[in-house]
């Protein structure tokens, strides 16, 4: 498809277990992004990849929340031993890299709804 | 670092009516751009508009205008002729410019829900 991307689209998981979330971003986009939204609340930053530069974790909530990009394309967010604040829609989105004349606008997946019970 | 506070509690218009979004912004840098998205009930994040702080104009597109105050930091969205579609939430949101072209992570705000009455 020509959008973001995002699986599992639900899932459910018991508290302690490790959960992965996978992201597609649009073919040629170099900037990927991920967003934790919690019900009825703002999106909070979690990560940020920019082409083939370290990426900007300053947003990881604790040490079990982790990201990684393969070949610059898909990304994966891995949260360890899952809590029930965990529970949220984690939001991917992806942008043209540089600025340019373009707004640099986000393009955002339908989200990845992680329940922790 | 960047800030984005939009404070507004849930708004209410009539249809067909104007209504201002309000956001006001803080940030050390020099050039940085502005968006705004809509959240609908669905949950996709829709991009509405975008002012770049050099900008000389306000941004338009459509029924919705960015009114850029750049010396009070504020960016309010107005929403023309409101329409019932229009009911859902607004983030507000922005990113530094940095020099050499690229961007760096899009802030937002904590959003304001829109309702808009029939």
């Known amino acids: 498809g020509a959008g973001v991307s995002q699986s599992p689209s639900n899932k459910v998981t018991e508290k302690g277990k490790d959960v992965e979330l996978r992201c597609d971003p649009i073919s040629g986009h170099t900037a990927l992004y991920w967003y934790r939204q919690s019900l009825g609340q703002g999106l909070e930053f979690l990560i940020y990849?920019?082409?083939?530069?370290?990426?900007?974790k300053s947003g990881l909530p604790s040490d079990r929340f982790s990201a990684e990009r393969t070949g610059g394309s898909v990304s994966t967010l891995t949260i360890q031993r899952t809590q029930q604040e965990d529970s949220a829609v984690y939001l991917c989105a992806s942008s043209l890299g540089s600025g340019g004349k373009g707004t640099g606008e986000l393009f955002f997946g339908e989200g990845s709804r992680l329940t922790v019970l | 670092a960047q800030k984005i506070t939009q404070t507004q509690p849930g708004m209410f218009v009539q249809e067909k009516e104007a209504v201002t979004l309000d956001c006001t912004y803080d940030t050390s840098d020099p050039s940085y751009g502005l968006f705004w998205y809509k959240q609908p009930s669905s949950g996709e994040m829709i991009f509405l508009i975008y002012q770049g702080s050099y900008d000389q104009q306000n941004a338009t597109e459509g029924r919705y205008s960015l009114n850029f105050q750049k010396a009070r930091k504020s960016a309010n969205l107005v929403i023309s002729a409101s329409q019932l579609g229009d009911s859902a939430m607004y983030f507000c949101a922005m990113r530094g410019l940095i020099r050499t072209g690229a961007n760096s992570k899009l802030t937002f705000g904590k959003g304001i829900t829109l309702s808009v009455r029939p």
């Open positions: 990849f920019q082409g083939n530069s370290a990426p900007d």
